[in-house]
């Protein structure tokens, strides 16, 4: 079983389109997050939530909004898509809390397999 | 400010050897530190963390914390060739969101 899926896995869409990814995970994590890596595999937070609520929103445009209709999803939808979104975009879930300094990221810090994007 | 540095590489070692990756960070209340292995194309995957300083080792793993110097390691021993990979250190900083924080990574090459 998959414990953090992602769909889908490549996306080829052009200029302006708008386009969603999901994010699933099945173990009972809290909090789950949505990373972009570029080409020069710098891994980058954008979102995290906890409980369904957003906690973390770093310096993302406007255009990408995430949705979380329960614990166990988290949704990225991007509108009027731009050339220089074109990344892999990385689901994650983990126990820790970032709220909380002193909680641990643990073993229990999983990726999914990523969603290669490519806008033309 | 870059918090994170890594060398990225790419570091190239015989097979069997020592190879030893290195990362700097910037935060010096920074308290825990995260060692990932990225094969192309998949996902990173957790191989170490440490909150200690000294070392910690997990098979042919061995992470080093020095916080004074503000500087953590993995070394890989008797290196094999499916160890090549992008590793990507991952520091968990003091202020701001607690999220931890990547590295650029740095490719290690493992030759026959």
């Known amino acids: 079983d998959t414990a953090v899926s992602q769909t889908p896995k490549y996306l080829v869409t052009q200029m302006g389109n708008d386009k969603s990814i999901k994010c699933e995970q099945n173990l009972g994590h809290d909090t789950m997050y949505w990373y972009k890596q570029d080409s020069k595999k710098f891994l980058k937070i954008m979102f995290s939530y906890n409980n369904k609520e957003l906690i973390i929103n770093e310096t993302v445009p406007n255009r990408f909004s995430p949705k979380s209709p329960d614990k166990a999803h988290l949704n990225l939808h991007i509108n009027s898509l731009e050339l220089g979104d074109s990344a892999v975009y990385f689901c994650?879930?983990?126990?820790?809390?970032?709220?909380?300094?002193?909680?641990?990221?643990?073993?229990?810090?999983?990726f999914g397999q990523g969603t290669r994007l490519t806008v033309v | 400010q870059k918090e994170v540095e890594q060398n990225s590489g790419p570091l190239s070692v015989p097979e069997g050897a020592i190879a030893s990756l290195n990362c700097t960070y910037s935060d010096r209340g920074s308290q825990s530190f995260f060692w990932y292995r990225q094969y192309s194309g998949k996902s990173p995957e957790l191989i170490m963390f440490?909150?200690?300083?000294g070392d910690k080792e997990d098979g042919r793993f061995t992470a080093q914390l020095n916080k004074a110097s503000q500087y953590v390691s993995l070394l890989i021993r008797d290196s094999q060739p499916s160890d090549s990979a992008t590793y990507l250190c991952a520091v968990r900083l003091s202020g701001g969101s607690y999220i931890p924080t990547f590295g650029r990574g740095t490719s290690l090459i493992v030759h026959p």
């Open positions: 994650a879930s983990s126990h820790l809390n970032p709220r909380y300094r002193f909680s641990v990221w643990n073993t229990e810090a999983f």
């Open positions: 440490i909150y200690s300083n």
